[in-house]
């Protein structure tokens, strides 16, 4: 059994220096071009972002782990919907587009 205990007001103050620090990176980033690697620094930045909110704001960091498996059941079935949309629009016949013909 947990005892919530509260958090120290400088962890929040640290975790919201981290947020705001990832949202200027993630602006500044957009920026530059990177090629194939703009998307998944993108994702990943937003991964840690999300991250520290769960872990510190929402409280998850400090729960038990029914919370936490809560959590992670939640994060499947958002990949399971993602995947199958994934596939659905790769499994799609490729049908050319043809201009309307001038006469």
């Known amino acids: ?23 200027a990176l ?22 840690a972002k999300a991250l520290l909110v769960l872990m510190f704001f929402m409280h998850l960091f400090e729960h038990r782990f029914v919370y936490g498996f809560a959590f992670l059941i939640a994060v499947v079935f958002i990949l ?4 199958f949309t994934a596939f ?8 050319p587009i043809v201009p309307p013909l001038t006469h």
């Open 80 to 83: 399971i919907l993602v995947s």
């Open 88 to 95: 659905d629009v790769i499994t799609r016949p490729h049908i």
């Open 26 to 47: 993630s602006f500044g980033l957009s920026y530059v071009r990177l090629g194939g690697f703009e998307v998944p620094l993108a994702m990943a930045i937003a991964v």
């Open 1 to 23: 059994m947990s005892v919530w205990r509260p958090i120290n007001p400088t962890t929040y103050l640290l975790t919201w220096v981290f947020l705001v620090v990832l949202a």
